[in-house]
């Protein structure tokens, strides 16, 4: 209080004045940091957010007990990126000596000093504006603030037209009073790469010792760094063979893990990206253990007893190290209102996936590792192997969930474009506008959620012009360039601050059908950016039970095996033509027991209809021997 008299200023405005802060703020502060747009002064967007904006205003109305909303329709079309923010600093615009800007912060620091519970109840970010729900609490909320604020300026001795400014004191005290007393920071560490063979062996050390532990050991005593950018230099020079990408993040992670981890905090330790095998809170601040053999950079750890291991509902991110938002932790533990919890049963797994698909565990699994070393997959191979089949069930197992919401499913073709897959200019009335993507969408979908893993299928990928349909993104799509830190402008960005990145959590999945002669090779540019693994035609145990489920008898099963693939052993040996053309199997798979026509017939028609045509194309210049072919497969039967 002594402070505060002592520097007192001396005038204050008129606090009508301060009416234009909340767009101003909005304008300066707002955009995410790989997003650059203004919401209110961007030539493409600001106008109508400035008309939504307007709108909105005019539907708060003042009446006898306070402000109202007149017209709720005005909240189905709020500016763009703005929601649950958005009514605090409007009520200051229009009445800045009767309503501070404050925050969900703010409001649980009031109900802390009223010794009312602090549970964070602020909503998802995608769900509606809470304003006609809240607005009563949050209008109480406000008159103990005021009565706060008064309170000040009556210590202060200040005179009453300071008001505005006891208000914005008491905000950030209150902030700060949270940071302490509501928000409680929780971790997720991996205190090993999963699929390393010792994994078990040194999480069981980590619980007789109290402690987590993290690699890297060259980079030497972390505490001696007291900048992130001489830990990065540090790290740059114990490890000089590896790419600026890798050196950034797992500096990143360093650092977080040794200076903004404190006592308190809650830590969550977990293997692969769903599984939480513990829960502690950390005792001991980091220390670097030069008596340990290997992961001398130490936290000590009381980890809780009671904590069984469980999946996450989710999926924690990737990173060694990463935060847990609250809800996160509440879902974690299964105390989150508002549903049950999911269960075990939510899950996609392996098993799962393997119930649909003729491939074996180990071909999966060797799938799955490949799309997360290199992040970029083609699955390719003749027509009919079920290409686009296993790419989904590939996505959903390496979700670990069944959720459409986190993978985008496109089909290149011959007239797609970077336009249709990026950005780019399409007509509007009468002049044209700036339009996002597919992709450029799907990834911003990603930038928002990073803790969790997201997947783009692209069936048919060579089909597009790829040069022309991924641009610029050919760099960005790479591994170790992913990230906020190798952010681009784009072909359509309007100013050099525009950029784009690829974040880390999301991934491709594509597929090549390997005989369709009409498509230009693949460039060596986009192989090198892919891992490129061939599927075949599976005429296995697995497709025999499949088949004998449907209805088809065994001699009839047998006699389709043996003719496709004694066509296809012809095929293979053709010099135009080889594995790649091969028939797959997926076109006998499709008969039910409910069919109107007997497994014969229907075994005709699949040859006749769909596998006779594709022979003509394949011998294109010799009709006579695919008739031929056709004929002699029919003859099996």
């Known amino acids: 209080v002594d402070l505060l008299k002592k520097h007192a200023p ?102 802390y000093l009223k010794g009312m519970s602090t549970e964070d109840k602020r909503p998802l970010i995608r769900e509606p504006f809470p304003m006609l729900d809240t607005m009563e609490t949050y209008l109480d909320d406000l008159k103990a603030m005021r009565a706060l604020s008064d309170d000040l300026v009556e210590l202060t001795g200040w005179d009453k037209r300071f008001q505005t400014i006891g208000l914005g004191l008491l905000d950030a005290f209150l902030w700060w009073l949270m940071s302490f007393f509501v928000e409680q920071k929780i971790w997720v560490i991996a205190p090993q790469d999963a699929r390393e063979t010792d994994f078990d062996k040194r999480w069981q050390a980590c619980l007789e010792r109290g402690t987590i532990s993290v690699g890297w050991d060259e980079v030497g005593d972390l505490a001696a760094y007291e900048k992130k950018s001489q830990l990065k230099s540090g790290y740059a020079e114990a490890y000089p063979e590896q790419k600026p990408g890798t050196v950034t993040q797992n500096a990143a992670t360093l650092w977080r893990f040794a200076h903004e981890i ?180 799907f990834v911003r979908r990603a930038q928002d959620d990073l803790g969790r893993t997201y997947v783009m299928i692209i069936d048919e990928i060579n089909r597009a012009n790829l040069g022309k349909v991924i641009g610029e993104l050919m760099m960005l799509i790479e591994p170790d360039k992913r990230g906020e830190e190798f952010a681009i402008p784009l072909t359509y960005s309007e100013s050099h601050e525009e950029r784009f990145y690829v974040p880390r959590n999301l991934y491709l999945i594509g597929t090549m059908n390997t005989a369709d002669r009409s498509l230009a090779m693949v460039d060596f540019a986009l192989r090198r950016r892919f891992v490129f693994v061939p599927l075949r035609p599976q005429f296995n145990e697995r497709f025999r039970a499949w088949v004998s489920k449907s209805g088809v008898s065994g001699d009839l099963r ?41 497994p014969e017939d229907w075994v005709r028609r699949v040859i006749d209809l769909e596998i006779r045509p594709l022979l003509v194309e394949y011998w294109f210049d010799k009709p006579d021997r695919a008739m031929s072919e056709a004929d002699s497969l029919l003859d099996e039967l």
């Open 10 to 111: 001396d005038a204050l405005p008129d606090p009508k004045q301060y009416g234009i802060v909340a767009p101003t703020i909005w304008d300066i502060d707002f955009p995410r940091g790989h997003d650059k747009k203004r919401p209110f002064s961007d030539r493409v967007i600001g106008r109508e957010n400035r008309e939504r904006l307007f709108y909105l205003l005019r539907a708060i109305q003042r009446g006898p007990n306070g402000w109202r909303l007149s017209n709720s329709d005005v909240l189905k079309n709020l500016p763009y990126r703005i929601s649950n923010a958005l009514l605090s600093p409007l009520l200051f615009a229009l009445a800045p000596d009767t309503y501070p800007i404050t925050n969900q912060a703010v409001r649980d620091a009031v109900r």
């Open 262 to 441: 404190k006592e308190g905090h809650r830590v969550v330790a977990r293997r692969g990206l769903k599984q939480a095998i513990g829960i502690g809170t950390v005792t001991r601040a980091y220390s670097y253990e030069e008596s340990l053999p290997d992961w001398r950079h130490v936290l000590g750890v009381r980890w809780d007893d009671e904590f069984t291991m469980r999946e996450h509902p989710k999926q924690f991110g990737q990173l060694t190290v990463s935060s847990l938002s609250r809800l996160g932790y509440e879902d974690l533990l299964g105390q989150r209102g508002g549903g049950p919890t999911p269960s075990a049963t939510d899950t996609y797994t392996v098993e799962d996936a393997l119930q649909d698909l003729f491939i074996s565990a180990p071909e999966f699994v060797a799938l799955k590792d490949a799309l997360n070393f290199k992040m970029n997959l083609v699955l390719q191979g003749p027509p009919g192997v079920g290409k686009t089949f296993v790419a989904r069930r590939l996505a959903y197992a390496f979700l670990g969930a069944k959720d459409e919401n986190r993978i985008e499913m496109i089909q290149f073709h011959q007239s797609y474009s970077y336009e249709d897959f990026v950005q780019g200019y399409r007509p509007a009335g009468t002049g044209f506008v700036r339009r996002n993507g597919v992709f450029y969408e």
């Open 558 to 598: 047998d006699k389709i095996i043996k003719g496709v693939q004694a066509l296809n052993q012809r095929i293979r040996k053709e010099k135009d033509l080889g594995e790649g053309f091969e028939i797959g199997h997926s076109y006998f798979t499709t008969y039910t027991k409910s069919a109107a026509v007997s």
